[in-house]
C-alpha cells in the first residue's frame, strides 16, 4: 500500500520503482493525536520524512508566536 502510495506523490514518483520499494519496506507508519507535536523546527537532528495519508498537518514558526506558516489535509 504504501508503496503505491508514494509513487504518486511528488518526489517520489520520480524516484525508480526499486528506490520506492526500498524506502516503502523502511518506514514505520506512525499514528498521531490531534494537536501532538511530531518534530520541532530547528532539530537538525533528526532525518526522517513525514507523508502524511490521513488527517492534516500544520506547520508552525515558533519564532514568530508560532506563526501559521503552512496547513495541509492528506
Partial sequence: MLEET???LI?????PAEARAALASGAQ???HEAGELVITQGDTEDRRV???LEG???ALDDR???CLLY????
Fill in 29 to 31: 507508519i506512525v499514528r
Fill in 64 to 66: 514568530r508566536s508560532n
Fill in 56 to 58: 492534516s498537518v500544520e
Fill in 11 to 15: 518526489p517520489f514518483l520520480f524516484l
Fill in 71 to 74: 496547513t495541509s489535509d492528506a
Fill in 50 to 52: 513525514f507523508v502524511v
Fill in 6 to 8: 508514494l509513487a504518486e
